[in-house]
């Protein structure tokens, strides 16, 4: 008996399969729904109800708990996104009469400022992976584009133009595509690594396993370089996109410029980095009014 799974929660595993295909022709990465999936399934078995019965407050429990289990807000704020997204697709399609998200709040999560590093601190990580050329090359494309590390690991050779120093971002965050500058040191650099490679594997970076490179494997090669340059927190790939955006702003560039060599699709995304620059607007105007 403990084994048989009742006809209404075999339902709504269906439900959720229809869900994930829907949001898979949205154009959904396969990430993101595997996320989702993992996420609401577990949802599902543990309020055990089938989702024509779930109440507001089967929802608010099932929060309680994983506050209690240790999620900060802006957990519990993604979660209640996933559960927000599958009830309304739910109620759309007419599959629940009513929708428990309608009366559940988001809770309130502040933004923290962009972790960054300081010119000096960049410079070392530079210093750092000099004798690593697969480092340098990474290191250096990651801050002069400000790629994320998603965007990084999926450039194909293809991509990069070595003569304009761009490189063409395919299929960026929430499926946009760009163009982003890249340092004269970052095209040496891919200059070298393509002229050191004998295959013809179509992907700039390649695993030991002539494999293209994982995200796993860059954020390994970040955190072992923070580590040798001496910086007093752990590096991420993110941490030079940070660091682009706030040396840009530092040098004068305009919000709406860093919006597009970022690929932020609203402004406000970029705005937040403003707010890391008030100890400099304190140093520029004490000097008008000492």
């Known amino acids: 008996m403990t084994l048989s799974i009742s006809t209404p929660l075999m339902a709504s595993h269906r439900h959720l399969q229809d869900y994930l295909d829907a949001q898979r022709l949205r154009g959904r ?7 989702y999936e993992l996420f609401l399934a577990r949802f599902l078995r543990t309020v055990g109800k ?30 209640i996104a996933k559960l927000r997204s599958f009830f309304r697709w739910l109620h759309r399609e007419r599959l629940v009469r009513e929708d428990p998200m309608e009366l559940i ?11 960054f590093l300081s010119y000096d601190e960049i410079e ?7 004798g690593h050329p697969v480092r340098e090359v990474i290191v250096e494309v990651l801050y002069s584009s400000g790629m994320r590390v998603s965007e990084l690991v999926a450039l194909d050779w293809r991509d990069i133009n070595l003569v304009l120093k761009q490189a063409a971002v395919r299929d960026g965050k929430g499926g946009q595509s760009r163009v982003v500058p890249l340092s004269t040191k970052a095209a040496r650099l891919l200059q070298r690594l393509l002229g050191q490679r004998k295959d013809k594997r179509p992907w700039v970076f390649r695993s030991q396993f002539d494999q293209r490179m994982s995200k796993a494997t860059v954020q390994w090669h970040m955190r072992k370089l923070g580590e040798q340059a001496g910086v007093p927190f752990q590096l991420t790939p993110h941490m030079l996109r940070h660091s682009l955006a706030t040396h840009l702003l ?25 707010r890391t620059q008030l100890q400099s607007v304190e140093q520029y105007y004490r000097r008008v009014f000492p």
Do not use: C, W
């Open 250 to 274: 530092n040098a004068g560039m305009p919000l709406d410029q860093i919006q597009l060599v970022l690929g932020h699709r609203n402004i406000a995304t970029t705005q937040r980095y403003a």
């Open 105 to 115: 709040d988001t809770p309130h999560v502040p933004d923290p400022p962009p972790k």
């Open 29 to 35: 990465r396969m990430s993101t729904l595997e996320a």
């Open 50 to 79: 089938p989702v024509t019965q779930i109440t507001v407050k089967d929802v608010r429990l099932f929060l309680i708990r994983e506050g209690d289990r240790g999620n900060k807000p802006a957990t519990l704020a993604s979660k």
């Open 124 to 130: 070392a990580v530079r210093e750092a992976a000099v």
